[in-house]
């Protein structure tokens, strides 16, 4: 039986490559997403991996998804915390929405879906999460207090959570991308994002296949001894 895996934020950018990999691998993938219709509908007739619409941020909203998954497709087995946004400001015109939506979204999801499948992982003594966080929340960024904030969470969170799951068979890690080419990066004023490009040695942005590959090797039934670990895939933007 394929290992069920569920990737938040499953059908466009970063999140789509880990999907289709993680099918590549043998898994049975859902990848949710929770607005663009039209890229999700597209992204399944191209692939044939099941998509699921919910906000990730809400706990309720995750609640009922992951009841929908279990009955339709059995206990999750494999969870990539991916769904992301930016609402870049700088301090003087970020305000408590800004903040919150971010925090919710990009951190807050993380507790969410953790919570309401570790139970699960926990009994079948067999669990891979992986928390997509970001160079950003390990060197911080101009005009990110909010992102830089909820991506540094993840890296902790990821950490904590780790030593809980170990002794169940569960292993925690976290991906840490540098700027990868998705419609979030291109987002990025043309000039900021060239001075950015220029501090990067490997001279390029990163592709979603190269993080995409960094999931799959973490999510591997034989990847037991790796847990409560950060993999930097930047192209040596940022070294530690
Ligand atoms: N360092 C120092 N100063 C900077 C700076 C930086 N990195 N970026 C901008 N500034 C300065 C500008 O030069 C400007 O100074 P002056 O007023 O003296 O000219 C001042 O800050 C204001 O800059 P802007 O005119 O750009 O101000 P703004 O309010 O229009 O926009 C901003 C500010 C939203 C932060 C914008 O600069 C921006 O979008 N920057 C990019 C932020 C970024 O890299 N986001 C990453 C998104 S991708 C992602 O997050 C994925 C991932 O995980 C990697």
Not at 89 to 117: P, Q, Y
Not at 179 to 205: F, N
Not at 216 to 239: E, R
């Amino acid at each position: 039986m394929a290992r069920i895996a569920l990737v938040t934020g499953g059908t466009r950018g970063i999140g789509a490559a880990i999907s289709v990999a993680l099918k590549a691998a043998g898994r049975e993938v859902v990848a949710s997403y929770a607005g663009n219709d039209a890229a999700a509908e597209a992204f399944h007739a191209e692939t044939g991996i099941a998509t699921l619409k919910f906000d990730a941020g809400d706990f309720a909203a995750c609640k009922d998804a992951v009841d929908r998954i279990h009955a339709a497709h059995g206990a999750i087995e494999i969870l990539v915390n991916n769904a992301g946004i930016t609402r870049d400001a700088v301090m003087a015109k970020m305000t408590r929405e800004l903040w919150d939506a971010v925090i919710d979204t990009n951190l807050g999801s993380c507790f969410n879906l953790c919570k309401l499948t570790f139970d699960a992982m926990r009994a079948k003594k067999f669990g891979r999460i992986v928390n997509v966080g970001s160079i950003n929340g390990q060197a911080g960024q101009y005009g990110q207090v909010n992102y830089a904030a909820a991506k540094s969470g993840i890296h902790g969170f990821t950490k904590a959570l780790a030593q809980e799951g170990a002794r169940f068979g569960i292993t925690v890690n976290a991906i840490a991308p540098g700027y990868v080419d998705t419609d979030m990066v291109r987002a990025v004023p043309e000039d900021v994002l060239q001075k950015i490009i220029s501090r990067i040695p490997m001279g390029r942005l990163g592709r979603a296949d190269d993080i995409a590959r960094g999931v799959v090797f973490l999510t591997a039934d034989d990847a037991d001894f790796v847990t409560g670990a950060t993999i930097s895939i930047n192209g040596g933007q940022h070294m530690y």
